[in-house]
């Protein structure tokens, strides 16, 4: 009778036990979701972040060349060509002249892999390389680390959506509550847009070299003394004769219009001034003579 009293007991504490584990559970599934911020989100996900560095290198590369040319303007047309043969492109071009000489700056963003190829093409359009550097930058681990930071944000916002669908479904759910969640994604969906952003920016920098090209005429292109023309210096001349003509014209209109004006105006007074004080002077010396 005590055995059976004892076995009913145990049960009747194991009913107990497991109908509080269900009114927990219960409570949890219907009690609001906690706030959650990014950074928290990004710990909790920390165990399954994976940051292996994709199989292929990220690595930006600049060159730049010098080269002295027999014509920079047709070697910057032939190079634009090549450029786009080789599916890339210039991204701009600067031609300016001294002393009648043209020097050309240019920019061209070549694939990558054709890089060597481009360089060795504009190389056999010099006459002479006066310098050529080339640098790189890996990348791979700044954009390993961004496409993982983008895959734990998209994956949040997935979290925050299907927040946003239960929030709905609740029939005391308060417009805050909505507002609130709202306002996560917004933010969440901004970080993604940049690292975005970033990611392609990387991508053009990697998949595009970027190589700076001045090109300047060679020496033996440069003319030995100016080209010398009859018709150029008669012009000239001519345009030297209008001038000075032109400067005597203009002396002349200042002369009648300004100041034989000026003259009469205040020259006259003082010539009568002057033509009295000597009447006066001379009739007094007459009178003292007589």
Same mark, same amino acid.
């Given at each position: 009778m005590k055995i059976w009293t004892l076995v009913l007991a145990l049960a009747l504490l194991g009913s107990a036990c497991a109908g509080q584990e269900a009114l927990t559970s219960v409570e949890a599934d219907s009690a609001p979701a906690p706030t959650t911020t $990014?950074? !928290?989100? =990004?710990?909790? =996900?920390? %165990?399954? /972040? &994976?940051v292996t560095p994709p199989t292929d290198r990220k690595v930006i590369v600049r060159a730049s060349i010098d080269l002295e040319v027999n014509d920079p303007e047709a070697s910057m047309r032939r190079l634009g060509t090549i450029a786009g043969d080789m599916g890339g492109y210039v991204a701009g071009a600067d031609l300016r002249r001294t002393d009648s000489l043209p020097f050309v700056q240019m920019t061209v963003r070549i694939p990558a892999d054709r890089l060597q190829a481009f360089l060795d093409a504009a190389a056999n359009e #010099? @006459?002479?390389? /006066?310098?050529?550097?080339?640098?790189s930058e890996d990348i791979t681990e700044q954009y390993a680390d961004l496409d993982a930071q983008l895959r734990n944000l998209r994956a949040y916002e997935d979290e925050l959506r299907a927040l946003?669908? +239960? @929030?709905?479904s609740r029939s005391n759910a308060k417009p805050d509550d909505l507002l609130d969640v709202f306002e996560r994604i917004r933010s969440v969906r901004g970080e993604i847009e940049q690292i975005e952003g970033r990611l392609r920016l990387y991508d053009n920098l990697t998949s595009l070299a970027t190589i700076d090209v001045s090109l300047s005429p060679a020496e !033996? =292109? +440069?003319p030995i003394a100016e080209s010398w023309s009859a018709g150029s210096i008669v012009r000239r !001349?001519?345009?030297g004769? $209008?001038?000075a003509l032109q400067n005597l014209a203009t002396a002349g209109i200042?002369? $009648? @219009?300004?100041v034989l004006p000026l003259i009469l105006i205040v020259g006259l007074p003082l010539f009568a001034i002057w033509?009295? %004080?000597?009447?006066?002077?001379? &009739? #007094?010396?007459? +009178? %003292?003579a007589g």
């Open positions: $990014v950074a !928290a989100f =990004a710990e909790s =996900a920390g %165990a399954s /972040r &994976d #010099a @006459v002479e390389v /006066r310098s050529q550097s080339l640098n946003l669908t +239960e @929030v709905r !033996a =292109a +440069e !001349a001519v345009r004769l $209008v001038g200042w002369i $009648v @219009v300004y033509a009295i %004080a000597r009447r006066r002077r001379r &009739d #007094a010396g007459r +009178e %003292a």
